[in-house]
DNA sequence: AAGGTGACAGTTT
DNA sequence: TAAACTGCCACCT
């Protein structure tokens, strides 16, 4: 299956994210090539649980900074823990200074 | 087999 | 400026 591929790669990129970053799907997305699959991608954390190397999906937030996901995790206060323990501040389900926590893989990675 | 849903994002009103 | 609509593509019922 080519999804898988891809499955497998959003992973491996959400792993290269660093501690006290966040990204967004949107932007794993573009790195991938699939500009327009960053729900593809939201679904592929889906999925994240159950890989055997940890998939910090704590750190994959949308575009607004949001914890769209905390839903999925174990706890909703489970997902904001997380983040809060890398030193990021969550407020009103929304990351603080997202812009400079921000980590583009279309930027860090690239060249 | 067909329709609906969704861990998003960009554009328009 | 904020809210609402549409586009996208895979998965589920």
Redesign the pocket.
């Known amino acids: 299956?080519v999804?898988k591929d891809f499955f497998k790669d959003v992973y491996e990129v959400v792993r290269l994210i660093p501690e006290g970053r966040v990204t967004?799907?949107?932007?794993i997305?573009r790195y991938l090539g699939?500009t327009?699959?960053?729900?593809?991608?939201?679904?592929a954390?889906?999925a994240?649980?159950s890989q055997i190397p940890y998939v910090p999906?704590?750190r994959?937030?949308?575009?607004?900074g949001?914890l769209?996901?905390?839903?999925?995790?174990g706890s909703e206060n489970e997902?904001q823990s997380l983040l809060e323990f890398e030193g990021i501040l969550v407020e009103k389900e929304q990351v603080v200074n997202f812009k400079s926590l921000f980590w583009d893989p279309n930027i860090e990675l690239a060249v």
């Open positions: 299956m999804q967004s799907y949107g932007a997305a699939a327009s699959g960053a729900r593809m991608v939201g679904y954390m889906n994240a649980h999906a704590h994959v937030l949308n575009r607004n949001l769209t996901g905390k839903h999925h995790f997902m």
